[in-house]
C-alpha cells in the first residue's frame, strides 16, 4: 500500500472520534469533517510544485514562489461537499468540478448521476475528495472518468479508508497518491466500513 498516506495528528484523533460517535448531531459533525479537512488538504499540498519568481517587500527584493500547476478539486457528491471547503479555502485560486455518484445498495456498484468538470484537466493537478473509500467503486469510477477526459495527475483525499478500497484504487490506479485520517479494518456485509462512522452523505446533511 505503498500510494497510502495516512495523515494523523492529536486534532484528527480527536475529530475522528467526534465522527465516529453515533450521538454526533449533523450540525458538529459537518464541522468536524470540514475540520480534518485542512488538516488533509495541508499534508496534500506537500507534494504541490512550486514556480520561484522575485517577490520586492518594502526593503528589497527576495525569494518568492507560487504554485506551478492550476488545482481543480472535485468533490464527490454528496458527502464530499462537506470537506471540500477547507480545501477552497487553502487554494482559493483552485477550480472546483463535480461528480456526483450513488451506490446501488443492494450491487454497491456506483451510479453517476451528474458530471460537471473544468476543460483544463490535463494541465491541472486533480483532487477528488470523497470521505469514504469503502469498495472503493465510487472513487475508482471518478478516477476513470476524469482519466479519460484528460486528467493525468490525480490524488484522492479521504477521511475513513477500508483495505478493501485502497487495494481496488492501489491495482486499478497505481498512480493515484491516497490519503486518509484513518484507515479502518474492514467492509461488513453491506458494504459499510468498520468500525466507520455510518453513512457519510446522510450523517452529513441530516437524511435519516
Ligand atoms: C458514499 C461515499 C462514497 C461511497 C463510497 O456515497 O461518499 O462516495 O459511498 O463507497 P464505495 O467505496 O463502496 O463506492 P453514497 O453512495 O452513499 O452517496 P451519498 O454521499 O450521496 O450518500
Ligand atoms: N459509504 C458511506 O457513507 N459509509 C460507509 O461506511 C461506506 C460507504
Given at each position: 500500500m505503498n500510494n497510502l498516506i495516512i495523515v494523523e495528528n492529536p486534532l484528527i484523533k480527536r475529530d475522528i472520534t467526534i465522527l465516529r460517535d453515533k450521538n454526533t448531531p449533523y450540525e458538529l459533525f459537518r464541522i468536524a469533517l470540514n475540520r480534518i479537512g485542512y488538516s488533509i488538504a495541508i499534508e496534500l499540498s506537500k507534494s504541490l510544485k512550486l514556480t520561484q519568481f522575485t517577490v520586492t517587500t518594502p526593503l528589497e527584493e527576495t525569494n518568492g514562489y507560487r504554485l506551478k500547476d492550476s488545482i481543480i478539486l472535485i468533490p464527490v457528491l454528496r458527502a464530499g461537499l462537506a470537506m471540500v471547503q477547507s480545501f477552497i479555502e487553502l487554494i482559493p485560486d483552485a477550480s472546483v468540478g463535480h461528480i456526483g455518484l450513488q451506490r446501488?445498495?443492494?450491487?454497491?456498484q456506483p451510479v453517476e448521476y451528474y458530471f460537471k468538470t473544468p476543460s483544463h484537466l490535463p494541465e491541472s493537478k486533480v483532487i477528488i475528495i470523497d470521505p469514504m473509500l469503502a469498495t472503493g467503486g465510487s472513487a475508482s469510477y471518478a478516477i476513470r472518468y476524469l482519466k479519460q477526459k484528460g486528467a493525468a495527475n490525480v490524488s484522492l483525499a479521504c477521511l475513513i479508508a477500508a483495505p478493501f478500497g485502497v487495494n481496488k484504487i492501489t491495482s486499478e490506479h497505481p498512480d493515484v497518491q491516497i490519503y486518509t485520517a484513518a484507515l479502518d479494518r474492514e467492509l461488513n456485509?453491506?458494504?459499510?466500513?468498520?468500525p466507520g462512522l455510518g453513512d457519510a452523505g446522510d450523517r452529513t446533511f441530516g437524511t435519516f
Open positions: 446501488n445498495e443492494t450491487t454497491l456485509s453491506s458494504g459499510y466500513i468498520l
